[in-house]
């Protein structure tokens, strides 16, 4: 759970950095994807704090779904550190629904 806990940090952090890059870019285009991808960010990140770090054990279907959606999400991402932390995150979210599962 730590490693997931640090996995959640990181992209709270990538959500900080769309939107440190949102305030600084001049394009209005691009401010609002940079601002969008924030947005995405921290409410993927509070949706599986809110399941997995709050509570112990959750839902495996809940956390493949979320595993999903950092996948997905990471697909849109041309910054490589951001789509790896989703990537990541994805992999330890089907890994604890895996564990969860009592699957051997």
């Known amino acids: 759970m730590p490693d ?25 285009a691009k401010r609002a994807q940079y601002r969008k991808k924030a947005e995405d960010l921290r409410a993927l990140a509070e949706r599986v704090r809110s399941q997995v770090v709050e509570r112990p054990r959750t ?32 992999t330890e979210l089907e890994q604890t629904a895996h564990r969860d599962s009592g699957v051997s």
């Open 59 to 90: 839902d495996g279907e809940f956390l493949r779904q979320q595993a999903r959606r950092c996948r997905t999400l990471a697909a849109t991402l041309t910054d490589d550190l951001l789509k790896s932390a989703l990537l990541s995150l994805a």
């Open 4 to 28: 997931l806990k640090l996995k959640l940090e990181n992209l709270l952090m990538g959500a900080v950095e769309c939107e440190m890059v949102s305030n600084l870019e001049t394009d209005p």
